[in-house]
Nanobody, 117 residues
Framework: QVQLVESGGGLVQPGGSLRLSCAAS????????MGWYRQTPESARELVAK???????DYADSVKARFTISRDNSKSTVYLQMNSLRPDDTAVYYC???????????WGQGTQVTVSS
């Protein structure tokens, strides 16, 4: 079982940047596909970006060329660099871990990102 702790959310003006971090503990990080999802009160949780243990990435169309997901396997941490933020990026962002062996899924507690002037 893995525990996930997110950090880095906050309030930023449109056009600004934020970097989210998600630290994993309790299991071998190399077995996990790591992802970031987001959710608003008006919408279902949606995939933002994901990264495999081999660093292959996938992005939602709405964030391509603005967001970058990366992982540091030595620190068991995944990052989401968010640039050119827009008001419609406002959401609670959740870290997700998918175990390739057991197919179990784990979630962090979420971190609020608010883009507003």
């Amino acid at each position: 079982q893995v525990q996930l702790v997110e950090s880095g959310g906050g309030l930023v003006q449109p056009g600004g940047s934020l970097r989210l971090s998600c630290a994993a503990s309790g299991d071998s990080f190399g077995w996990y596909v790591m992802g970031w999802y987001r959710q608003t009160p008006e919408s279902a949780r949606e995939l933002v970006a994901k990264i495999t243990p081999g660093a292959s990435t996938d992005y939602a169309d709405s964030v391509k060329a603005r967001f970058t997901i990366s992982r540091d396997n030595s620190k068991s941490t995944v990052y989401l660099q968010m640039n050119s933020l827009r008001p419609d990026d406002t959401a609670v962002y959740y870290c997700n871990a998918y175990n390739l062996k057991s197919q179990q899924v784990y979630w962090g507690q979420g971190t609020q990102v608010t883009v507003s002037s």
